[in-house]
């Protein structure tokens, strides 16, 4: 089954607690995204990559990393997260081109305390 | 730059009543626009699309077309039922690595 598996689907952790989140879809996929979504705000996207060793920053990227070492897995890593990054994240996947639409994973919500 | 403005929700209807959910748009270029529908405790889902003007995106019931001398994108369906309870997003894309998400609008239909 084609997909985007994101994983965990819920994380608590505390505040400086280095975490990363996990993304993997089997689509073979050229681009792949991370967002996060809050309320009121709708989907911000956090960063993205067009392909293997390839990456950018999008809207809000601060406090944020990620790498793509393989087509297939997109992590999201939180250096030192701080009770601003609590929200729900999204991981994307779509196919290089502009019409091209984008497929989600099933989400993570992210608590820091 | 870039952003997708939806009507603000939520929206609570009764089955088999006409939905109607705004969304206009600023871009650069010819954007791509897309429907988005999220159900609880998901990721959201391709409803509909259309990549140029005059298009018209449907999907189980909803439609929207493209209109770019009013840069809108509504979209529409003429009998809602309880399982299109949802959050619909809006959204553009250029290049189809990074797309614009509108706030999202709640919908509830009751019977």
């Known amino acids: 089954e084609a997909q985007v598996t994101q994983n965990p689907r819920y994380l608590i952790t505390v505040t400086g607690k280095k975490l990363t989140v996990t993304c993997s879809q089997n689509?073979?996929?050229?681009?792949m995204s991370w967002y996060r979504q809050d309320p009121g705000l709708g989907l911000r996207q956090i960063y993205y990559s067009m392909n293997v060793e390839v990456t950018d920053k999008g809207d809000v990227p601060e406090g944020y990393k990620v790498s793509r070492k393989e087509k297939r897995n997109f992590p999201l890593i939180l250096e030192s997260p701080s009770p601003n990054q609590t929200s729900l994240y999204f991981c994307a996947s779509s196919f290089a081109g502009p019409n091209t639409e984008a497929f989600f994973g099933q989400g993570t919500r992210l608590t820091v305390v | 730059g870039n952003s997708v403005t939806q009507m603000e929700g939520p929206v609570t209807l009764s089955e088999e009543a006409f939905l109607t959910i705004n969304c206009t748009y600023t871009a650069t270029g010819y954007p791509s626009l897309f429907w988005y529908v999220q159900y609880p405790g998901e990721g959201l889902q391709l409803l509909l699309k259309a990549t140029k003007a005059d298009d018209k995106g449907s999907n189980k019931g909803f439609e929207a077309t493209y209109r770019k001398e009013t840069t809108s994108f509504h979209l529409e369906k003429g009998s809602v039922q309880v399982s299109d309870s949802a959050v619909y997003f809006c959204?553009?894309?250029?290049?189809?690595?990074?797309?614009?998400f509108g706030t999202g609008t709640s919908l509830t239909v009751i019977p």
């Open positions: 689509m073979n996929h050229e681009y």
């Open positions: 959204a553009l894309s250029r290049t189809g690595n990074q797309f614009y």
